[in-house]
């Protein structure tokens, strides 16, 4: 949720109304300065003096190849569940640690961290990002090659093998890990993905077991057209039915297989083992459960639809499906891989509940006197403050209403972001009790002031679509290259 581009078009509302500048990931002329960037950072450095200081400078995405797409823009964003909350309990500590470590750009190294990616741009709330795509480093949109030079140079070995970005919802059904099951750890994958993929430095163990806390508690969204035992539910209708039966039949060729003998629907839809069907090699069963918003299928992310899922099923193994077959197959794939209410729409109260979730961690930490983590809540949490104040355009632009309303809103963010500076001062000085009086102030203002200020400027904020619509239309009218994305 590190919004380079994001942040970047906010910040273009004041270049559009003095009517010159580029966008910096459209430009992207590796290592190139051009005036208008010269002009657009001195600009942005004189707007924003406060932020400046406090956090690094915005991402770069000259370090990216032009016509990366990271879709940080998008309105709705996948939901996100966690098994803790579903129990009736609450997210613990680490769980909220590593949800803030999973989206700080700060635990990669390279160029990862250099434009401000976090696991997060990838795993957008835990689940996929099926428009991400950088090219050379992508072959569609959805996949990535995490053995590419753009990212680490020692893993990179010399070939473009990309495979499609997973969702790690339910990932502790989901051992081993990575789409060959290279690793059985999910810890001592995450440590392979920071370190070896993305050059970062050793993370703390802390940092580590949050990680793999948070990613164990993301869960899948609950599917009411499957009954206990993963059997279809009473409403289903006859085609899925129909595809149900296919779906447990043995294959005719060979009656040791069927789908349900490798996609077990006791289980999660998977059996946590590698098998070949002729996609190239020893690929692990990938869960069928919310896999409508898993496209593009396959490790390499080779197909779109479950109807050419299945048709390559029927090809390899030679199933001799009739057409009714493989439209009943498929109803009965979008009953399995269905979820409740798949996104939220971006707003102010997601992002509120955000910052109210990552800044929790500061209640744990700052009495412990954790400056690792309270440095790791402040800059996390102040990228996200960061975000939501361009969101909401500066009020020299007058091309939309709201201008008492949207001046207050970026007022009291930047007493939040002042506020949130002086905790990580007041604990790298040892003033713990001061810290924690910076703290409820802080808490109070998130709980409080905050979100009332925002949510009366969320009407003339990015966060209303037509709003959205409008400056994205402006800026593509200014820099038709922003919005080129080859597919
Ligand atoms: C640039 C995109 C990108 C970023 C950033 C990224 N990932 Fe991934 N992630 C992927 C891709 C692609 C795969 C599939 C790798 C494979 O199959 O070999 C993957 C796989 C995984 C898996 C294995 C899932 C499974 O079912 O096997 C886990 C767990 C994971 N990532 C966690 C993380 C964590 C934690 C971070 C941050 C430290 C992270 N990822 C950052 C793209 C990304
Ligand atoms: C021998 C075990 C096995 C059998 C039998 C099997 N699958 Fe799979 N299935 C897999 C594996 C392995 C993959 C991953 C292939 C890849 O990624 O290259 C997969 C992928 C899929 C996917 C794509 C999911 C995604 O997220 O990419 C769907 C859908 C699917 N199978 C449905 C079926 C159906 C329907 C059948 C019966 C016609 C079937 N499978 C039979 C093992 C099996």
Not at 25 to 30: K, N, P, T
Not at 281 to 304: E, M, Q, S
Not at 415 to 437: N, Q, Y
Request: net charge negative.
């Amino acid at each position: 949720m590190h919004c380079d581009k994001g942040r970047f078009l906010a910040m273009a509302w004041d270049i559009l109304a003095s009517g010159s500048g580029k966008c910096r990931a459209a430009s992207a002329v590796r290592g190139g300065v051009t005036p208008a960037r010269t002009a657009l950072l001195a600009l942005v450095v004189a707007l924003l003096p406060l932020q400046a200081l406090a956090f690094p400078l915005g991402g770069d995405q000259t370090v990216l190849p032009a016509g990366t797409e990271l879709s940080e823009d998008a309105l709705a964003r996948p939901r996100e569940l966690f098994h803790s909350e579903a129990m009736g309990g609450r997210k613990s500590y680490l769980v909220n640690l590593g949800d803030l470590a999973f989206n700080s750009p700060s635990i990669l190294g390279g160029k990862a961290r250099q434009a401000e990616m976090s696991c997060g741009t990838c795993h957008v709330n835990g689940a996929s990002n099926p428009k991400l795509f950088v090219p050379g480093v992508s072959s569609r949109p959805g996949t990535f090659d995490t053995t590419s030079l753009v990212f680490n140079a020692k893993t990179f070995n010399s070939i473009l093998d990309p495979v499609r970005i997973p969702s790690l919802r339910g990932a502790r059904f989901l051992a081993p890990y990575g789409h060959d099951g290279r690793i059985t750890s999910l810890r001592e994958f995450v440590y392979n993905v920071i370190v070896n993929e993305f050059s970062g430095p050793r993370p703390s163990d802390e940092v580590l077991d949050g990680l793999v806390a948070y990613i164990n508690d993301i869960d899948f969204l609950p599917n009411p057209k499957i009954a206990p035992g993963g059997r279809l539910g009473a409403q289903a209708s006859v085609a899925e039915r129909r595809g149900e039966a296919l779906f447990f039949k043995p294959f005719p060729k060979q009656a040791e297989l069927s789908c349900a003998g490798c996609h077990l629907p006791a289980g999660t839809f998977n059996d946590q083992v590698r098998h070949d069907v002729g996609s190239g090699g020893l690929v692990k069963t990938p869960t069928l459960l919310n896999a409508n918003f898993n496209a593009p299928y396959f490790h390499d992310g080779r197909y779109d639809t479950y109807e050419q899922v299945v048709e390559h099923f029927d090809r390899v193994f030679d199933l001799e499906l009739s057409s009714q077959d493989v439209q009943d197959l498929v109803a009965y794939l979008n009953a399995v891989g269905d979820g409740e209410r798949p996104f939220d729409k971006d707003g102010v109260v997601l992002r509120m509940k955000e910052v109210l979730e990552l800044s929790s961690v500061l209640e744990t930490a700052i009495p412990a006197a954790d400056t690792a983590v309270v440095s790791l809540a402040v800059t996390g949490v102040g990228a996200e403050l960061r975000e939501l104040t361009e969101h909401i355009p500066d009020i020299r632009n007058t091309s939309i209403g709201g201008k008492d309303e949207r001046l207050a809103a970026r007022a009291i963010l930047k007493d939040l972001v002042l506020t949130l500076r002086r905790i990580d001062l007041e604990v790298a000085a040892g003033h713990i009790d001061e810290a924690m009086t910076e703290y409820r102030k802080f808490a109070q203002l998130v709980n409080f002031d905050v979100p009332v200020a925002l949510k009366k400027a969320e009407p003339w904020s990015l966060f209303n679509s037509n709003v959205h619509q409008a400056h994205y239309t402006a800026l593509g009218r200014m820099l038709p290259v922003t919005s080129g994305q080859s597919q």
